[in-house]
C-alpha cells in the first residue's frame, strides 16, 4: 500500500492520538472514558513497552516485510459501528494494525514455562480477537477484507535481561469458521483456547531479546 493512500485512509477514518514519552523517556499515565465511566491508567499498566519492543523487533526483522505496522492505541474509529467498535484508542481490541493484510495481539508473560504449557488465552481475549472479523462484513472497501490474525507473546524463559518474542500465525493453528476437523476452533463462545508458542510452532520466533531500555519507559528502575 502506498505511503499517501495510508495517510489518507487514518485521516479520514481515524482521530489520532499520540503519547510521547516525557522529558525521562517515560510515558505519562493517562485518563480514559469506558462507558459512561472515566477510569485512570498509570504507565505500569499499559505495557506500552511491550508493543514497543515488539513493533520494533517486526520491523528490524522484517517479519511482515516491509508492510507498516501500526499500534492502535493511537487510533480512534470516528464511526461509531465497526471501527469505533475495534479502534478504540489505549483499550481497543486488539494491538497492532498491518493495514490490508492483519491484526496482532500482543501478551506478556514473565513465565518461563510457555514453551511447555503454552499460553492460554481467555474468553475476553479471544473474543476481542474474534470481533476483528466483523470487519470483513461490515466494511466495503477491500483494506479490510481477509486480515490475517496474528498473536505475539512476550515471554522469559530464563531469568535475566532478554525475553523470547514468538509470533503466532492464528490462522495456520486454528479454525474461525467451524468448517474444519483438521484444527481446532478459536471461537468467541469458549472459556480459554491454549495456544503452542514454542519455536515449532511460529511463524517467527526470536530468543534473547534485550528489553531493560523499553521497560524503563513504563517502570522507574534503580
Excluded at 479471544?126 to 496474528?150: A, D, G, Q, V, Y
Amino acid at each position: 500500500m502506498e505511503e499517501e493512500t495510508l495517510e489518507k485512509i487514518i485521516t479520514q477514518c481515524f482521530n489520532v492520538k499520540k503519547f510521547p514519552l516525557n522529558d525521562k523517556g517515560m510515558y505519562e499515565g493517562y485518563w480514559q472514558e469506558i462507558g459512561y465511566d472515566r477510569k485512570w491508567f498509570d504507565p505500569e499498566s499499559t505495557y506500552w513497552w511491550v508493543e514497543d519492543l515488539v513493533i520494533d523487533t517486526l520491523k528490524k526483522e522484517k517479519v511482515f516485510g516491509d508492510r507498516p505496522i501500526l499500534s492502535t492505541r493511537h487510533l480512534i474509529g470516528k464511526d461509531r459501528g465497526s471501527l469505533g467498535a475495534v479502534f478504540k484508542g489505549p483499550i481497543s481490541k486488539i494491538d497492532l494494525w498491518m493495514p490490508g493484510y492483519g491484526f496482532a495481539e500482543i501478551k506478556y508473560t514473565a513465565d518461563g514455562q510457555r514453551d511447555y504449557w503454552g499460553y492460554d488465552l481467555d474468553n475476553r481475549a479471544i473474543t476481542n480477537i474474534c470481533s476483528i472479523r466483523n470487519l470483513e462484513f461490515n466494511m466495503k472497501h477491500p483494506l479490510w477484507k481477509n486480515n490475517k490474525l496474528f498473536l505475539i507473546v512476550v515471554h522469559a524463559p530464563d531469568p535475566g535481561d532478554t525475553v523470547s518474542i514468538s509470533v503466532i500465525d492464528l490462522d495456520d493453528q486454528f479454525d474461525f469458521t467451524e468448517d474444519s476437523n483438521d484444527k481446532p476452533l478459536f471461537h468467541p463462545s469458549q472459556e480459554h483456547v491454549c495456544v503452542s508458542v514454542d519455536e515449532e510452532n511460529c511463524l517467527a520466533r526470536f530468543d534473547e531479546v534485550p528489553y531493560r531500555t523499553y521497560h524503563k519507559r513504563c517502570y522507574e528502575e534503580e
